[in-house]
C-alpha cells in the first residue's frame, strides 16, 4: 500500500516562493510518475505538474510554465514543486498523487488515472 505524505505549504505574499515536498513509502517509488494537483474552494481539482518515473520529463499546466519545477529523488522516495513568483491565484489546498506507470514516458494528467493521493496541503498567497 502506498502512503504519500505532503509537506510545504504554508503562506506567502504574492512574489514569493515555496516548495512543497511529497514523502512516498509502500511501494518501490521509481515505479510511480508522480503528479501534483491543486484544488481552490468552490473548484475542481485540477492538473498542475507531473513527472515521469525515471525523472526524465515533466509537464505543467499553461499558467505555471516557468513558474514551477516539478522534481523528484528516487533515492529518497520525495517527489517536490519548487513554486516560486507566486501569485494569488495559486492559492489552493495542493495534493501530490502517484501513478502506477504505464512505461517510462508515462505522463498522467487527468485525476482518473492515478492510483493513491495525499492529504494535501495548504498553500495561500496573499495580494
Known amino acids: 500500500q502506498v502512503q504519500l505524505v505532503e509537506s510545504g505549504g504554508g503562506m506567502v505574499q504574492a512574489g514569493g516562493s515555496l516548495r512543497l515536498s511529497c514523502a512516498v513509502s509502500?511501494?518501490?517509488?521509481?515505479?510511480?510518475?508522480m503528479g501534483w494537483f491543486r484544488q481552490a474552494p468552490g473548484e475542481e481539482r485540477e492538473f498542475v505538474a507531473v513527472?515521469?518515473?525515471?525523472?526524465?520529463?515533466?509537464y505543467y499546466r499553461d499558467s505555471v510554465k516557468g513558474r514551477f519545477t516539478i522534481s523528484r529523488d528516487n533515492a529518497k522516495n520525495t517527489a517536490f514543486l519548487q513554486m516560486n513568483s507566486l501569485k494569488p491565484e495559486d492559492t489552493a489546498v495542493y495534493y501530490c498523487a502517484a501513478a502506477r506507470t504505464g512505461g517510462i514516458d508515462f505522463s498522467p494528467r487527468a485525476r482518473y488515472e492515478y492510483d493513491v493521493w495525499g492529504q494535501g496541503t495548504q498553500v495561500t498567497v496573499s495580494s
Open positions: 513527472v515521469t518515473s525515471s525523472g526524465r520529463n515533466a
Open positions: 509502500g511501494r518501490t517509488f521509481s515505479n510511480y510518475a
